[in-house]
């Protein structure tokens, strides 16, 4: 696959997301890692149709997004079409999903406490039909 020079794999530190834990291409650029507070903050991007896997943290998460258009979705719930601006809090232990639209690209920072606990518990891959659901 061809790569721009102004997508994210060309930023210092940017890594593709595991293909265990996503579906499609998303980019990951650590800009807090370990330190004496237990928060990380990653800068993340999803290419036009690409998602997470379900999962869930220990200590919970915080979504905020910064530029186009994506989902996120708690097991059980309908899913919440995100923009730049929104912003989602999520309980220890709630299993979701979240990534782009099917057109757009979408990058949020993902703020997590507590990783002494843990980062993430990851499931199963989000289905193409539940992708698809999202979009209703």
């Not at 036009?48 to 059980?76: F, I, K, S």
Request: charged share 15%; net charge negative; proline share 8%.
């Amino acid at each position: 696959m061809s790569n721009p020079t102004n997508t994210p794999q060309s930023l210092a530190g940017t890594k593709r997301g595991p293909a265990e834990y996503f579906t499609g291409t998303a980019w990951v650029t650590m800009l807090v890692g370990a330190n004496p507070t237990d928060c990380t903050v990653g800068d993340v991007t999803f290419e036009p149709g690409a998602r997470n896997n379900w999962h869930a943290h220990p200590a919970g998460q915080l979504l905020v997004v910064t530029a186009g258009r994506g989902y996120y979705q708690e097991q059980g719930q309908p899913a919440r079409l995100l923009r730049p601006g929104d912003a989602v809090s999520i309980a220890p232990g709630v299993v979701h999903w979240h990534g782009a639209t099917a057109d757009s690209l979408f990058t949020h920072l993902a703020v997590n406490p507590g990783v002494g606990q843990g980062v993430a518990d990851w499931r199963q891959p989000v289905t193409d039909e539940e992708y698809r659901a999202a979009h209703q």
